[in-house]
């Protein structure tokens, strides 16, 4: 069966500070991958998303970068946090097409900028 | 561009009354509807989904959805709600002509049932 693992659960860093938040999914191959953020009242606002290794589309313009360096991993970056960058962050894959199309999702980061 | 909004941002029932949760969309092509529930300190989970065929959706735990597309709509409904059903109900878009290359949410609905 398929697994996804996203590390660490909760972070707190200053600002000013990189991110790195990992992401990386088990028992399937060459999935979608995505980053979402999980705001109280806003919904999920997807952040990135994947096809492919090194395939990286972007939703949003914002201090976060994303990079996919091998098929099943998904990484969210930043070298410099801001204080609005704080939130619950959320890593999700999906299968390509049809009506085995669903997003599974990982348990979230809790990220905190001081 | 797809977009989803819902209609309540939270709702409050007492146990055994009936719910529907409104979701709209907007894409003019052919779509996949999800509604997701996130339990408290639990991770998202898929509720039910529609993709062609039967309109009408039946998902976990007594859950059912209805597609309507000349309404562009996808609500979700159960006759009678429990107290375990509190949570924040989420629907989601993904575009039938780019299957499973983006998943568009809604702003959630945060469901509180009373004993």
């Known amino acids: 069966s398929q697994t996804i693992h996203q590390w660490p659960a909760t972070l707190v860093q200053p600002v000013g500070s990189p991110l790195s938040l990992e992401c990386t999914v088990e028992?399937?191959?060459?999935?979608?991958l995505y980053w979402y953020r999980q705001a109280a009242g806003r919904g999920l606002q997807l952040l990135f998303y994947?096809?492919?290794?090194?395939?990286i589309s972007s939703e949003v313009p914002q201090n976060l970068s994303a990079s996919r360096p091998q098929d099943r991993q998904f990484i969210l970056s930043s070298k410099k946090l801001l204080l609005s960058d704080s939130g619950f962050y959320l890593c999700?894959?999906?299968?390509?097409?049809?009506?085995?199309?669903?997003?599974?999702f990982g348990q979230g980061t809790r990220l905190t900028v001081v | 561009a797809q977009s989803v909004s819902q209609h309540n941002h939270h709702v409050i029932l007492s146990e055994a009354a009936s719910l529907e949760l409104g979701c709209n969309y907007s894409?003019?092509?052919?779509?996949?509807l999800f509604w997701y529930v996130q339990y408290p300190g639990q991770h998202l989970q898929l509720l039910l989904k529609?993709?062609?065929?039967?309109?009408l959706v039946k998902g976990i735990k007594g859950f059912e959805a209805e597609f309507i597309k000349s309404k562009f709509s996808f609500n979700l409904r159960k006759p009678s709600v429990q107290w375990s059903d509190t949570a924040e109900y989420f629907c989601?878009?993904?575009?039938?002509?780019?299957?499973?290359?983006?998943?568009?949410f809604g702003p959630g609905t945060r469901l509180s049932v009373l004993p």
């Open positions: 894409y003019g092509g052919t779509v996949n």
């Open positions: 989601a878009v993904n575009a039938g002509d780019n299957y499973g290359q983006n998943f568009v």
């Open positions: 028992g399937t191959s060459n999935p979608n």
């Open positions: 999700a894959w999906s299968r390509w097409g049809g009506r085995d199309t669903e997003a599974f």
């Open positions: 529609y993709f062609s065929g039967d309109p």
């Open positions: 994947s096809v492919g290794i090194g395939q």
